[in-house]
């Protein structure tokens, strides 16, 4: 099961060329952009780990490339995505993100039925990566 979350998540994977486009289109609206990364790609996460700092000031779209890559290298079983902030009063919120990197096996997410009170039944999303700890989710 393909994750689908955030710009461009129903497309096939962007390759580095099309990252380093997007990431020109961010610094040229002088968005800040930042690199996260997670194993735990439930849909209400969203406080994924930061690699590094956001990178305010950066104008060259081959730093943030860089760290791109040292991030793939650091966690090659993990999702990793780029977000691009506007600072600009009245904005002041993430304007672009998008995944550009997967483990190379999306195990998905189940609907877990609960029956409470009354007769009452509440569907919960579980995401089958936590089924094992954190740091094991996607080795096989």
């Not at 195990?107 to 089958?128: A, C, D, I, M």
């Amino acid at each position: 099961m393909r994750i689908t979350q955030g710009t461009f998540s129903f497309l096939a994977d962007l390759t580095d060329d099309q990252i380093r486009k997007q990431v020109e289109y961010a610094l040229h609206n002088k968005w800040a952009v930042s690199v996260e990364f997670t194993d735990d790609p439930h849909p209400r996460n969203t406080f994924w780990e930061m690699w590094g700092l956001p990178m305010f000031d950066l104008e060259d779209p081959a730093g943030i490339m860089y760290e791109i890559d040292a991030c793939r290298k650091a966690y090659p079983n993990h999702y990793i995505k780029v977000n691009a902030f506007d600072h600009n009063k009245g904005w002041e919120t993430i304007r672009l993100s998008f995944i550009i990197h997967r483990p190379a096996h999306e195990p998905g997410f189940g609907l877990v039925r609960q029956e409470v009170k009354g007769r009452t039944v509440n569907y919960v999303v579980h995401s089958y990566a936590t089924d094992k700890p954190e740091g094991q989710r996607y080795t096989d």
